[in-house]
């Protein structure tokens, strides 16, 4: 009897070590939830649903995203945070996931402990967008605006940590500059006011000002990458004024904390193929920069990002109300 219990033992051990290669090798076997949670429409979207289509293509499941919008993202995230840690339910965001719960009293899930990074994805430049009337047409015609100005500049911001937030304070800082950051609730109505006169600068990716620049509708005077963008070839970077000024929004796939390292990996190899598909092509052409890359880089990645975006929060001291 005591053999058969050593047995029945040992049997079990051996099954619990075979489980996560064995779910690797059958993963995925039904359809994957994809959480997005932000509302339809906007880059992330677009990137997440340009990706989920390829990982269905070459995974022969269906990866199907769920927009979950609320919170400045928490809502959406928490979510993913208290799935199962089976790869059926993988959160696809933006960095603001990362910096947006720096200024925040409380939030349900801590980044780093309760998430998996998975795959960093792509790298957004963000454009400095100024109102076309105003007589700024460069960095250094901006630092002679904000002086003369004397504070009373404003600057929007689509959400408080985004990105964009975070790179118009590392300007402000590296500038030596003076405005008044204007929060508001989401880019469509602070791209209104920058058309509309109300608002002097917005910084956000590219893409959100591209056609108002090709139009002529604002200025986008400098982007925020380390070289200038395929799809504003003009337009100067800002570090070409300010060395050694650079700042990105970027885009990543996540999981729930505990995912098995063997589907991390199959995940993050799926995640690099597509992005040597025509995806390639069509985000290049957006001023997207792809960042194909392991496991580990990402998470060197977002630790490195992470502690950048907390200096300039606590430095600008930034905080949600």
Known sequence: ?????????LLSAVTALAVPAACAQSYPNKPVRVIIPFPPGGTLDAVGRMLAQKLSDQMGQQFVIENKPGGNGIIGADVVAKAPADGYTLLFNASTFTSAPMTMKQVPYAVEKDFAPVALVAKAPLSVAINKNLPVTDIKSLIAYAKAEQGNATFATGSIG??????????????????????????????????????????????????????????????????????????????ETLPGYEFYSWYGLWAPAKLPDDLKQKLNAEVNKALATDMNEK???????????????????????????????????????
């Open 162 to 239: 985004s990105a964009g937030h975070l790179a118009t304070q590392l300007l402000k800082r590296s500038g030596n500059m003076k405005y008044t950051v204007v929060p508001y609730k989401g880019t469509a109505p602070a791209f209104q006011d920058l058309i509309g006169g109300q608002i002097a600068g917005f910084i956000d990716p590219i893409l959100g000002s591209l056609q108002y620049h090709k139009n002529g509708m604002l200025r986008v005077i400098a982007v925020t990458s380390s070289t200038r963008t395929p799809n504003l070839p003009d337009v100067p970077t800002v570090s």
């Open 1 to 9: 009897m005591r053999k058969d219990f050593l047995f029945r033992l």
């Open 283 to 321: 985000l290049t052409q957006q001023g997207l920069i792809l960042s194909p890359g392991t496991v580990a880089d990402f998470v060197k990645f977002q630790r490195d990002d992470m502690a950048k975006s907390q200096k300039i929060i606590t430095e600008g001291n930034i905080r949600v109300e």
